[in-house]
């Protein structure tokens, strides 16, 4: 019997030091050396204060900042804890009132703005905590921003365009404009990022 344990025990030990130490120390340890700023988290740091990561969505809902997409996570949103999608499928009636609700407050912030609301402003991304909106959304609000603010509509379309991203190797995913960046260029160009500002 103890010739079946022992090796057996063995094994267990050897490939559970492998696998668990030795294999995730050195993929880290390379991915810190190659990618150093990814393998952090991607964090966004301004002025010595971290105030997100370009990967993670916030809750910006400040009408002089662009708004990102909705989040599903709970028990707040962008919730990087709780990474996940609402699961509600296109004939549910909560999906159906949560995009009419979503609608109805980005009709109250711009009541001037007749524009079809472009869809990634009022569903929510698979993983609840997309960064990203694009062009369409961005531009859907830069009028918003601009008479909030008191700026130039120019001025916002141009800091949007600055900030989208094509997309990756031109072939791809989708442009796409990071909205804690877009923000960041916003209030750099009228004034100073206040980390609280997405909570």
Same mark, same amino acid.
């Given at each position: 019997?103890?010739?079946?344990?022992?090796?057996?025990?063995?094994?267990?030990?050897?490939?559970?030091?492998?696998?668990?130490?030795?294999?995730?120390?050195?993929?880290?340890?390379?991915?810190?050396?190659?990618?150093?700023?990814?393998?952090?988290?991607?964090?966004?740091?301004?002025?010595?204060?971290?105030?997100?990561?370009?990967?993670?969505?916030?809750?910006?809902?400040?009408?002089?900042?662009?708004?990102?997409?909705?989040?599903?996570?709970?028990?707040?949103?962008?919730?990087?804890?709780?990474?996940?999608?609402?699961?509600?499928?296109?004939?549910?009636?909560?999906?159906?009132?949560? /995009?009419?609700?979503?609608?109805?407050?980005?009709?109250?912030?711009?009541?001037?703005?007749?524009?079809?609301?472009?869809?990634?402003? /009022?569903?929510?991304?698979?993983?609840?905590?997309?960064?990203?909106?694009?062009?369409?959304?961005?531009?859907?609000?830069?009028?918003?921003?601009?008479?909030?603010?008191?700026?130039?509509?120019?001025?916002?379309?141009?800091?949007?365009?600055?900030?989208?991203?094509?997309?990756?190797?031109?072939?791809?995913?989708?442009?796409?404009?990071?909205?804690?960046?877009?923000?960041?260029?916003?209030?750099?160009?009228?004034?100073?990022?206040?980390?609280?500002?997405?909570?």
């Amino acid at each position: 019997m103890n010739n079946i344990f022992r090796p057996a025990l063995v094994l267990f030990v050897l490939l559970s030091a492998l696998t668990g130490l030795i294999y995730p120390m050195a993929v880290t340890g390379a991915a810190k050396a190659v990618f150093p700023a990814q393998a952090d988290g991607s964090l966004v740091v301004l002025d010595g204060t971290t105030v997100g990561s370009k990967l993670i969505g916030q809750n910006f809902s400040d009408p002089k900042h662009f708004w990102g997409r909705p989040s599903a996570t709970a028990p707040q949103p962008y919730n990087a804890s709780a990474s996940g999608g609402s699961n509600q499928g296109p004939l549910n009636p909560a999906l159906a009132d949560a /995009v009419k609700a979503r609608v109805e407050a980005l009709r109250a912030a711009d009541p001037g703005n007749t524009a079809p609301v472009p869809v990634d402003l /009022v569903t929510a991304s698979a993983s609840g905590l997309d960064p990203d909106i694009s062009p369409a959304a961005a531009q859907y609000q830069a009028a918003r921003v601009a008479r909030v603010r008191g700026m130039p509509v120019e001025q916002v379309d141009a800091l949007i365009a600055r900030n989208t991203e094509a997309p990756m190797w031109g072939l791809l995913g989708e442009s796409r404009v990071n909205v804690l960046a877009l923000n960041i260029a916003l209030d750099a160009a009228s004034g100073s990022f206040s980390p609280s500002a997405a909570r």
